[in-house]
């Protein structure tokens, strides 16, 4: 069993930046792909498995996800926010990114930690 828990959200202008967090804690070498999601969007951000980075087209070049196995933490850095980013961004994990950031199959998920952009 793997447990997701994010960080770092917050308001902040536009064309300012965010770092967000997800700790995974249990049995996190099991977790497969983790990716980062838009919750009302229901779209899939970023991702990462094995050192190889998958980004949603929107992202262009704006986020960068990052891994560190010894923290079991996956980070996600979001430079350049614009108003239409704001949206509860959560964490999921399982399987291959293939699964998990084109057809939305997780294992495990977190709550969620919101962003918001103002103008």
């Known amino acids: 069993q793997v447990k997701l828990e994010e960080s770092g959200g917050g308001s902040v202008q536009a064309g300012g930046s965010l770092k967000l967090t997800c700790v995974a804690s249990?049995?996190?070498?099991?977790?497969?792909?983790v990716g980062w999601f838009r919750q009302t969007e229901r779209e899939a951000v970023a991702g990462i498995y094995g050192?190889?980075?998958h980004y949603g087209d929107f992202v262009k070049g704006r986020f960068t996800i990052s891994q560190d196995h010894a923290k079991s933490t996956v980070y996600l850095q979001m430079n350049n926010l614009k108003p239409d980013d704001t949206d509860m961004y959560y964490c999921?994990?399982?399987?291959?990114?293939?699964?998990?950031?084109?057809?939305?199959?997780?294992?495990?998920r977190g709550q969620g930690t919101q962003v918001s952009v103002s103008s």
């Open positions: 249990g049995n996190a070498d099991d977790a497969g792909c």
């Open positions: 050192g190889t980075t």
């Open positions: 999921a994990a399982g399987g291959s990114c293939y699964d998990l950031l084109i057809h939305g199959k997780f294992n495990y």
